[in-house]
């Protein structure tokens, strides 16, 4: 994970508000009013006990009018600055999503080939939620304490010019200095407070997929004691976390208190001089302790704004997240003609995975790649897919290199199965479509006749029309197999590269998937990779590898 200081991660996500500047605007123009229309609520207070001390009841009417006008208008006016912030932030989540998805389009499919899902949800889901508090709570607050602040400090200042520096200092340390102080003392907590949350997330979501396992092996003490311990370690974050917010509004409070003692006392101070009349200090005294609404939701910001910044650092670590291939938009249009790599050398992570690596795949063919598990079988196939660019050596499609075909048309030459399929909680026919979501029923059903699926089809109560469960919960593994690789024939692609498209079945659904391959021998180029002899045995030409090579 980058590390951003927390001025980088706000001055990036206010850049995202550019769009919306307009409602920004209104935002602030209504919170400076609510906040002017809140203070003096408490200073025509004073003054209207002032003037029936001084005897000028006349003048009481008048004020009691403007305070009932205050009064009602806060409400509005506090109504309508929380809408435009809202509109704001519910606009640029959108805005955010949307971005965040586009990412994960670009780094598809390989950075997130490895990436923990758990984690990775946390980030799209809860960090996300949590800039709400940012874009509604955070950056229009600012601006109005900045606006309000200014201008008492510069009206108190009327009065005498001592009075107003001292409001401005009382200002800067509630507003300024506590939410500084806080963020320095809260240092890293909120940020290894998100980063346990994802890893929380990947755990329970790696438990619920594993749930049978654990059942069957009865392992579930030891699992219930491993999420335990990542509980307990998040909520003692959290606890820290409370704790800070505490202090931080303690030392907020205490401030205030100890800021307005100091402005009746300096106001006492100048009224004994003769400097300034009785009502300054009244009016000083009441107008300071009344004005703080704006720099305390600054200083509670000291605090609370870390796990915001720290959720808005993990978004942007996504955001900013350099794809292992970039998408060829500008490349050659090919039409299949066959597929060659040629001493091709590979290391993963700094791991090497395939050394001087030679395939020819003729149009038409079916060629085995067999060898024992981590030999770089499947490494291979992703590299024909440009999963990733080689170190050493070449992949070629058509003659063309692979880096210089445009990748809409490179997947359009391509079909990819693998030894787990996965089904939506969908139709099996929507299911189907997503490898053409323009397919014809009849395209769907030829589809599923080639892989040997469409008997057990219609066999179901609604045929094509049948729900299938969330991951594919109903279906056998022979059967989600069968249609995986309708899937692949639905796409219609002139190489089909299946991963282990057997090995998680029994003899009797292996030759139904073999059988469907073999009818379409000669239509379509297939590279299979497989442990399974028995699985070889449809194969034009087999290659083994061994250790990331190829032997003899």
């Known amino acids: 994970m980058k590390k951003r200081n927390g001025f980088t991660v706000m001055m990036r996500l206010i850049g995202l508000v550019r769009p919306l500047t307009g409602y920004m605007l209104i935002a602030v123009v209504l919170g400076v ?294 998408e060829n938009i500008d490349g050659a249009e090919i039409t299949f003609a066959g597929a060659e790599c040629k001493n091709v050398s590979f290391s993963y992570d700094g791991q090497p995975v395939l050394e001087d690596v030679s395939v020819t795949l003729n149009p038409g063919s079916i060629v085995g790649i067999c060898g024992r598990s981590g030999s770089g079988k499947s490494t291979l196939l992703k590299l024909f897919m440009r999963f990733w660019d080689v170190h050493e050596g070449h992949i070629s499609l058509s003659q063309t290199p692979i880096a210089q075909i445009k990748t809409s048309s490179l997947r359009d030459a391509q079909g990819y199965v693998t030894q787990d399929t996965h089904l939506f909680h969908d139709t099996i026919e929507n299911n189907l479509k997503i490898a053409n979501p323009n397919a014809t029923r009849k395209q769907v059903m030829e589809a599923c006749q080639k892989a040997s699926v469409h008997e057990f089809i219609e066999s179901l109560p609604n045929g094509y029309d049948t729900e299938v469960g969330e991951l594919g919960d109903g279906l056998s593994g022979g059967e989600r197999q069968r249609l995986g690789i309708a899937r692949a024939f639905l796409h219609d692609a002139p190489l089909v590269l299946l991963d282990e498209p057997t090995s998680n079945l029994d003899s009797l659904n292996e030759s139904i998937i073999l059988r469907s391959l073999k009818k379409a021998h000669g239509e379509k180029t297939f590279v299979l990779v497989s442990h399974r002899a028995s699985t070889m045995r449809i194969a034009d030409e087999q290659i083994f590898i061994e250790k990331g090579r190829i032997s003899s």
């Not at 006349?58 to 009064?71: D, R, S, T």
């Not at 912030?85 to 965040?100: E, G, M, P, S, T």
């Not at 900045?146 to 200002?171: I, R």
């Open 33 to 326: 009013a609510g906040f002017v229309c809140s203070t003096f609520l408490t200073i025509l207070g004073a003054w209207s006990l002032w003037n029936t001390i001084i005897n000028h009841p006349e003048a009481l009417g008048g004020l009691l009018v403007l305070i009932a006008v205050f009064g009602a208008a806060r409400g509005f006016l506090r109504y309508g600055e929380q809408a435009c912030n809202h509109y704001i932030a519910f606009k640029l989540l959108a805005l955010i999503r949307d971005q965040v998805f586009g990412a994960l389009r670009r780094l598809c499919p390989a950075k997130l080939d490895g990436r923990d899902k758990g984690d990775l949800i946390s980030v799209i889901t809860s960090d996300i939620e949590l800039l709400e508090v940012f874009y509604a709570h955070t950056i229009s607050p600012v601006l109005i304490a900045l606006l309000m602040c200014g201008g008492m400090s510069v009206w108190l200042g009327t009065f005498h010019p001592l009075l107003g520096v001292l409001a401005a200092c009382s200002y800067l340390l509630v507003g300024v200095v506590v939410p500084l102080a806080a963020a320095k003392r809260g240092g890293d907590t909120a940020l290894r407070f998100r980063s346990q949350t994802g890893a929380l997330s990947a755990f329970m979501l790696d438990s619920l997929r594993g749930l049978s396992q654990t059942l069957q092996y009865g392992d579930g003490e030891n699992r219930l004691r491993m999420l335990k311990e990542q509980s307990d370690a998040l909520s003692v974050q959290e606890a820290k976390m409370k704790r800070q917010t505490g202090t931080v509004s303690a030392a907020a409070n205490t401030l205030i208190l100890v800021c307005s003692l100091a402005m009746l006392f300096l106001a006492a101070a100048l009224y004994r001089q003769g400097a300034v009349g009785f009502e300054a200090v009244l009016i000083g005294f009441t107008a300071l302790i009344s004005s703080f609404g704006p720099v305390v939701a600054l200083a509670n910001l000291g605090a609370t704004l870390q796990n915001t910044l720290a959720a808005g650092n993990r978004v942007l670590d996504l955001l900013e997240e350099t794809p292992q291939v970039e």
